[in-house]
């Protein structure tokens, strides 16, 4: 079955610290891997897209990584804001049917 | 990018009642999905909205409970028929490009079943 599990579930840091957060999956065949951004009650907005041969991909503040070869994924949030506070999921696609499979999330409060 | 709307934004209804949620992209796409996230989870695929043709189920949603239209490439509704607390749940909208592409989520309809 293929699965994405994410750590931790969630996460509370100073405004101003770094952070980083864990998506190990076991989907197979590997077609992409995303990262998502999920404010309350918004809709997911994309962070990070990353292909088999992608091993770091930036979007402003954040950073994704993968290594395809131990199926793990991670994102850093540099320099975080409150505005950062929001749910982060890992999408991870396989290219079997092109299915979607959403991990749980990880829940990141950033405080004053 | 894609912009989508969804209406209606959340809806309390007595059970046993029907719901049409409606999604609005502001542009043409080929690829348009319905999800569910229920409280504290994530999200999960109800259906593939197929333009023209009817819609592709995940295993555990069937049509009869929650039917969908595809009327042209940037409308899609989902009806969540005779509905049951259990279906309170946010449901969300959202569109790809192609395969690959960045998929784009509509704010989502939240509903609450008593």
């Known amino acids: 079955k293929n699965q994405v599990e994410q750590s931790p579930q969630s996460l509370i840091i100073l405004e101003g610290k770094n952070c980083t957060l864990q998506?190990?999956?076991?989907?197979?065949?590997?077609?992409?891997l995303r990262w998502y951004k999920q404010d309350t009650g918004r809709g997911p907005v994309s962070l990070t897209i990353?292909?088999?041969?992608?091993n770091t991909k930036s979007n402003g503040r954040y950073t994704a990584t993968l290594d395809a070869d131990t199926k793990q994924s991670s994102l850093h949030i540099t320099a975080s804001q409150l505005s950062d506070s929001a749910s982060y999921i890992c999408?991870?696609?396989?290219?079997?049917?092109?299915?979607?499979?959403f991990g749980k999330g990880t829940s990141l409060l950033v405080t004053p | 990018s894609a912009v989508i709307s969804q209406k209606p934004s959340r809806d309390i209804c007595q059970r046993g009642t029907s719901l049409t949620i409606q999604c609005q992209v502001d542009?043409?796409?080929?690829?348009m999905f319905w999800y569910r996230q229920q409280p504290g989870q994530s999200l999960t695929l109800i259906a593939t909205?197929?333009?023209?043709?009817?819609?592709?189920?995940e295993s555990g949603f069937v049509i009869d409970k929650f039917p969908i239209s595809r009327p042209n490439l940037t409308f899609s509704t989902l009806t969540v028929s005779n509905m049951s607390p259990e279906d309170s749940s946010i449901y969300l909208c959202?569109?790809?490009?192609?395969?690959?592409?960045?998929?784009?989520f509509g704010p989502g309809t939240r509903l609450l079943v008593l």
């Open positions: 959202s569109v790809e490009r192609g395969m690959g592409e960045t998929q784009y």
């Open positions: 998506c190990n999956y076991t989907v197979s065949p590997f077609s992409n």
């Open positions: 990353m292909t088999f041969s992608e």
């Open positions: 999408v991870v696609v396989s290219n079997s049917g092109y299915a979607l499979n």
């Open positions: 542009s043409q796409v080929t690829m």
């Open positions: 909205a197929n333009q023209g043709s009817e819609a592709t189920y």
